[in-house]
């Protein structure tokens, strides 16, 4: 078992890959990237990653550097050859790598990094448990249904939350609505009917969150899209976060105030439950 990449078309060991200092990545963060984690081994939902990166890639511009059957065969054997119980897969695809200059050439050629690295069940106790969010201002652009590698805003209310003792940062704009977390989905649950923002260009609609309310249509669980305030949040019944790395976790406080009772909520649970087992 060891950590690799996948770079100039070949695997290596993780710590010998390198990147160019005239990636448009490293300079503009003119790139795009998705993230997919294994269930028993198997990628989980990955013809929908792809083709959310073929979403982001046609958004911006890019001309991906593979066939989506291509970029399967890709993450398999990284997949195989990483050797982990379960993996997490990071795909980055960067507009290409030539002298710094703000426009690009029309013939540049895209370059594909991956990388393979071991994902443990996410902090387990924390979906027993539940996590504590803060909310924050909503400083982002107006197209964040692209899954861009520019996340400055993303990571300093990440690490705002985390150095405050929270596990998350909720983005909520001057009108007081809810949109996502840094790298996360919200839901709230009022009345056994479940809500959340709708997917428009001011979220990343996640893969876990389309399967989510596929499943929860499946099961029959109400659920409804819409502009969703924080006020309404505050008061639900339960509240939860999503993305692929942590599946669903609970929500039992935002900012100071206390939800559901500092307690995962029953629905939540069963929600959870609809996701295959590692
Ligand atoms: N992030 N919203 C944002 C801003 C995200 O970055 C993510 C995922 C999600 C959830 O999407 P999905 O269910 O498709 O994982 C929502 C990944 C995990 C990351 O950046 O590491």
Partial sequence: MQEI???NSTFITLDRAFVPINDRGYLFADG???????????PFLIKEHLERLKRSADAILLQLPSSLSGFSKIIERGIKEAGFRETMVYIQIT???EPRRHNYSADLKANLTMTFREHPEYEPQLTLKGVSIITVPEIRWSRCDIKSIALLP???MKQRAVEKGYQEALFVTEEGLIREGTATNIFFIKDKVIHTPPADQHILNGITRTYILQQATLHGIEHIERECTLDETLKADEVFITSSTVDLLPVIKIDETTIANSRP???S????????KH
């Fill in 154 to 156: 993303n990571i300093m």
């Fill in 32 to 42: 795009i990237y998705e993230v997919i984690v294994t269930r028993n081994g198997k």
């Fill in 95 to 97: 507009r290409g790598v």
């Fill in 269 to 276: 649970k069963a929600i959870k439950e609809f996701f295959p």
């Fill in 5 to 7: 990449a996948y770079i």
């Fill in 265 to 267: 909520g029953p629905l």
